[in-house]
């Protein structure tokens, strides 16, 4: 029953929007080669489904990597951060300072620095753009211990490792997910903006900028409801995640 | 088992302070005087509380005895060891007024950090925490979370946790601080078997007067600036049950208490 009261309202409001959406463009309000309709996008998404399906493979996979690449490091880096003081007080505007770093200004110039048939520079962009949240998360989860928790691990004489594995890293945890929620559809949105800016033509990006230069807007349009479905599989499997690793909290409500 | 078993402490008692000071932030404007030549004996088996306002150094005396602090000066024996090689061997259980379980952790694995920590192995382990668990009478609950229990429920967990490895003295921070009346008294009750069942030593921080006449062989009463007992009242009851809330005896011994502590504050 939940279910269903979770789940009808949006799809209602989804079916409406898109209808109105048809609605619109079909009387003549937006001219079709602005905006097509979704019934054409649609149309386009069928035909060109095997097209969509190995870009999104390709756009994903290099998505998966940054996103991987860029939380491990984050991870790690918040570990060592949260252990010496002085680094975490100098760490977090630099991490704020990576944070401002515009993709757009980044990536023209990794293709440079790469061959122009390596995947590196795609995923170096979304392994950048995943670090910020995940740091700054987990950072904040590492130093927020609870003092009586710290105190009933010094009267155990419980070792700064121990502490750290028993305490501070599953404590952590919630924070860390919060960044990598943050961070999964942001891997994705970094590998496919990536694309826009040179480099291999074989992901979401690429073809969108591809079919909108030959003004096929439906096709073009179909790339990316194939970027944002990859999008939402990014996301929903982290919440997923995030259920699996953290039982304590899904039957809390119990 | 014999890993486990409680060392023998000898005649020391379970506790000894001998000219204890604690000043914080020592040689800075901000300098406080904690305590102040604080002599205190905990015999084995016996119930102390220390009571006070805020600020009488209660807490701090607690957690010097759990070598939590450093003290600034004096000498402090548990199991007749020093205090820093009795938290090593983990002479002592400690609660505090958060049950400060760990939410990621099932009750049973609560229960068993301690124990894991010592490096006990798994079967001794399981048995342990069985029993604890059935001395705080949480037997079916085992498997659940911290979140998914009552604040009453999670105290309890709390004390099982901390009497785990069968030490020889509790140390309690105004463990039932935070629950209510009802919840209180009945826990009063429980714990008052436990360590009649345990023959375990406790020292017991609280601000209330009838909590510690209730609990109590000796009462310790400490007035603040500095921080240092002024009074030990002596506490016998030949029973303590829920009767003996209502008794003479008990009112007498409130009374004593509460004079006690209204002289050490200075008007």
Same mark, same amino acid.
């Given at each position: 029953?939940?279910l269903?009261?979770s789940? #009808?309202?949006?799809v *209602? #409001?989804?079916v409406?929007?898109?209808?109105g959406?048809e %609605?619109? $463009?079909?009387i003549? &309000?937006?001219?079709?080669?602005v905006?097509?309709?979704p019934s054409?996008i649609?149309?386009? @998404?069928?035909?060109e489904?095997?097209n969509?399906?190995?870009a999104?493979?390709?756009?994903?996979?290099?998505? %998966?990597?940054? %996103?991987l690449?860029?939380?491990l490091?984050?991870v @790690?880096?918040?570990?060592?951060?949260?252990? $010496?003081p002085?680094?975490?007080? $100098?760490?977090v505007?630099?991490?704020?300072v990576?944070?401002?770093?515009?993709i757009?200004?980044l990536?023209p110039?990794?293709?440079?620095m790469?061959e122009a048939t390596?995947? *590196?520079?795609?995923? +170096?962009v979304?392994?950048?753009?995943v670090?910020?949240?995940v740091?700054v998360?987990?950072l &904040?989860?590492l130093?927020e *211990?609870?003092?009586?928790?710290?105190e009933l691990?010094?009267?155990y004489?419980a070792g700064?490792?121990t502490f750290?594995r @028993?305490v &501070?890293?599953?404590?952590a +945890?919630p924070?860390v997910?919060t960044?990598l929620?943050q961070a999964?559809?942001?891997? $994705?949105?970094a590998?496919?903006?990536?694309?826009y800016?040179?480099? %291999?033509?074989d992901?979401?990006g690429?073809r969108?900028?591809?079919?909108a230069?030959?003004?096929?807007?439906?096709?073009?349009?179909?790339?990316?409801v194939?970027?944002?479905?990859l999008g939402l *599989?990014f996301y +929903?499997?982290?919440l997923? +995640?995030?259920r699996?690793?953290?039982?304590?909290r899904a039957?809390?409500?119990a | 088992m014999?890993?486990?078993?409680?060392?023998?402490?000898?005649?020391?008692?379970?506790?000894s302070?001998?000219?204890?000071?604690k000043?914080f932030?020592?040689?800075?404007?901000d300098?406080?005087?904690?305590?102040?030549?604080?002599?205190?004996?905990?015999?084995r088996?016996?119930?102390?509380?220390?009571?006070?306002p805020s600020?009488c150094?209660?807490?701090?005396?607690?957690?010097?005895v759990?070598d939590?602090?450093p003290?600034?000066?004096?000498?402090?024996?548990?199991s007749g060891k020093?205090a820093g090689?009795a938290?090593r061997?983990?002479?002592?259980?400690i609660?505090?007024q958060?049950a400060?379980?760990?939410?990621?952790r099932?009750?049973?694995r609560?229960?068993?950090?301690p124990?894991e920590?010592?490096?006990?192995?798994?079967?001794?382990?399981?048995a342990?925490?069985d029993e604890?668990?059935?001395l705080?009478?949480l037997s079916?609950?085992?498997?659940h979370y911290?979140?998914?229990?009552?604040?009453?429920?999670q105290?309890r967990v709390?004390?099982?946790?901390?009497?785990?490895v069968h030490?020889?003295?509790l140390?309690m921070?105004?463990p039932?601080?935070a629950?209510d009346?009802?919840?209180?008294?009945?826990?009063q009750?429980e714990?008052l078997?436990?360590?009649?069942a345990?023959?375990t030593?406790?020292?017991?921080?609280?601000?209330?007067?009838?909590e510690?006449v209730?609990l109590?062989?000796r009462?310790?009463v400490?007035?603040p600036?500095?921080?240092?007992?002024?009074?030990i009242?002596?506490?016998?009851?030949?029973?303590?049950d829920e009767?003996t809330r209502?008794?003479?005896l008990?009112?007498d011994?409130?009374t004593?208490?509460?004079?006690?502590l209204?002289?050490g504050?200075?008007?």
């Amino acid at each position: 029953m939940r279910l269903v009261r979770s789940v #009808v309202p949006p799809v *209602v #409001v989804g079916v409406v929007a898109l209808l109105g959406w048809e %609605l619109t $463009v079909r009387i003549g &309000r937006i001219a079709p080669f602005v905006l097509p309709e979704p019934s054409a996008i649609w149309t386009e @998404l069928a035909h060109e489904r095997a097209n969509v399906w190995d870009a999104a493979l390709t756009t994903g996979l290099n998505a %998966l990597i940054g %996103l991987l690449a860029g939380a491990l490091a984050a991870v @790690l880096l918040a570990m060592v951060a949260s252990r $010496v003081p002085a680094l975490a007080e $100098v760490s977090v505007p630099f991490a704020a300072v990576l944070n401002c770093l515009p993709i757009i200004a980044l990536a023209p110039i990794l293709y440079n620095m790469f061959e122009a048939t390596s995947n *590196v520079p795609r995923r +170096l962009v979304a392994a950048i753009i995943v670090f910020f949240p995940v740091f700054v998360n987990t950072l &904040r989860g590492l130093r927020e *211990v609870n003092p009586t928790h710290r105190e009933l691990m010094h009267s155990y004489a419980a070792g700064g490792w121990t502490f750290a594995r @028993l305490v &501070r890293l599953p404590g952590a +945890l919630p924070f860390v997910f919060t960044g990598l929620r943050q961070a999964s559809s942001l891997a $994705v949105i970094a590998a496919v903006v990536a694309e826009y800016f040179g480099g %291999l033509q074989d992901g979401l990006g690429a073809r969108i900028t591809s079919a909108a230069a030959l003004t096929a807007y439906p096709r073009a349009w179909a790339y990316v409801v194939g970027a944002c479905a990859l999008g939402l *599989v990014f996301y +929903l499997t982290t919440l997923l +995640l995030e259920r699996i690793s953290m039982p304590w909290r899904a039957r809390q409500s119990a | 088992m014999s890993e486990l078993a409680s060392a023998p402490s000898g005649p020391a008692g379970a506790v000894s302070v001998q000219g204890v000071s604690k000043v914080f932030n020592a040689g800075r404007p901000d300098e406080v005087v904690a305590l102040s030549d604080v002599d205190l004996t905990v015999e084995r088996g016996q119930f102390v509380s220390l009571i006070g306002p805020s600020g009488c150094g209660k807490s701090t005396l607690l957690r010097l005895v759990g070598d939590l602090l450093p003290p600034s000066a004096g000498s402090i024996t548990v199991s007749g060891k020093p205090a820093g090689k009795a938290r090593r061997d983990q002479e002592y259980g400690i609660a505090f007024q958060q049950a400060g379980l760990f939410d990621w952790r099932t009750v049973r694995r609560n229960v068993a950090l301690p124990l894991e920590l010592r490096g006990t192995d798994r079967a001794a382990r399981n048995a342990r925490v069985d029993e604890m668990l059935a001395l705080v009478g949480l037997s079916d609950f085992a498997g659940h979370y911290p979140a998914q229990l009552s604040g009453g429920m999670q105290q309890r967990v709390a004390i099982a946790r901390a009497l785990a490895v069968h030490p020889n003295l509790l140390l309690m921070d105004e463990p039932f601080g935070a629950l209510d009346e009802m919840t209180r008294e009945r826990l009063q009750g429980e714990l008052l078997r436990i360590c009649a069942a345990m023959g375990t030593s406790t020292v017991f921080v609280t601000h209330s007067i009838s909590e510690a006449v209730f609990l109590s062989d000796r009462v310790v009463v400490m007035s603040p600036r500095p921080g240092r007992i002024t009074t030990i009242v002596d506490v016998a009851f030949p029973e303590r049950d829920e009767t003996t809330r209502q008794s003479v005896l008990f009112f007498d011994a409130v009374t004593a208490v509460r004079k006690a502590l209204r002289e050490g504050v200075p008007a």
